[in-house]
T-cell receptor, first 111, second 112 residues
Framework: DAKTTQPTSMDCAEGRAANLPCNHSTISGNEYVYWYRQIHSQGPQYIIHGLKNNETNEMASLIITEDRKSSTLILPHATLRDTAVYYCIVSEGTSGSRLTFGEGTQLTVNP | DTAVSQTPKYLVTQMGNDKSIKCEQNLGHDTMYWYKQDSKKFLKIMFSYNNKELIINETVPNRFSPKSPDKAHLNLHINSLELGDSAVYFC???????????FGPGTRLTVL
């Protein structure tokens, strides 16, 4: 799997949008971008994934640049419960699920 | 209804003992996994089973033996526990062998 680079930590005010960046400059054409998060002491939670096009679901939006070398996860209205470590992962999607979790970004939502 | 469940949630044991952690999923998924999260919070895959067959076996000591009696269960048995086995172990499942995985709540293992 290609390596990803994320900021170690970010802060966001409650009710504002949280924009979490991820660089994946060595991503290959058949690799997806996945986002998971881990709230303290809980199991990781799937958020969203995409290949080329931007994606949106009930949790978040995923914006992938045209060259696919970077992406941004957007939480449109962050709440205190969104405080977590967010992981950006690139994977083939049908690779047998060899997800490689990096260090992620610690997002802290402040009141 | 809990999608992926693990028991026990906490496990404290002595070095040298043998212990098991159980995992069950009620999602009808074909593939199940075990991950280990160490004290530095790095999450690493250990094993993956698809329809009761082993498909991923990372470099894990053979003291760790996964067992899948059916595709809804993947148990982890650990022999001769060592201090370094202390970690949080997460079970996960996915529909087929894709990367949208659903994780259990974790089992915190402490070896004294």
């Amino acid at each position: 799997d290609a390596k990803t680079t994320q900021p170690t930590s970010m802060d966001c005010a409650e009710g504002r949008a949280a924009n979490l960046p991820c660089n994946h400059s060595t991503i290959s054409g058949n690799e997806y971008v996945y986002w998971y998060r881990q709230i303290h002491s809980q199991g990781p939670q799937y958020i969203i994934h995409g290949l080329k096009n931007n994606e949106t679901n009930e949790m978040a939006s995923l914006i992938i640049t045209e060259d696919r070398k970077s992406s941004t996860l957007i939480l449109p209205h962050a709440t205190l419960r969104d405080t977590a470590v967010y992981y950006c992962i690139v994977s083939e999607g049908t690779s047998g699920s060899r997800l490689t979790f990096g260090e992620g970004t610690q997002l802290t939502v402040n009141p | 209804d809990t999608a992926v469940s693990q028991t026990p949630k906490y496990l404290v044991t002595q070095m040298g003992n043998d212990k098991s952690i159980k995992c069950e999923q009620n999602l009808g998924h074909d593939t199940m996994y075990w991950y280990k999260q160490d004290s530095k919070k790095f999450l690493k895959i250990m094993f993956s089973y698809n329809n009761k067959e082993l498909i991923i076996n990372e470099t894990v000591p053979n003291r760790f033996s996964p067992k899948s009696p059916d595709k809804a269960h993947l148990n982890l048995h650990i022999n001769s526990l060592e201090l370094g086995d202390s970690a949080v172990y997460f079970c996960a499942s996915s529909l087929l062998a894709t990367d949208t995985q659903y994780f259990g709540p974790g089992t915190r293992l402490t070896v004294l």
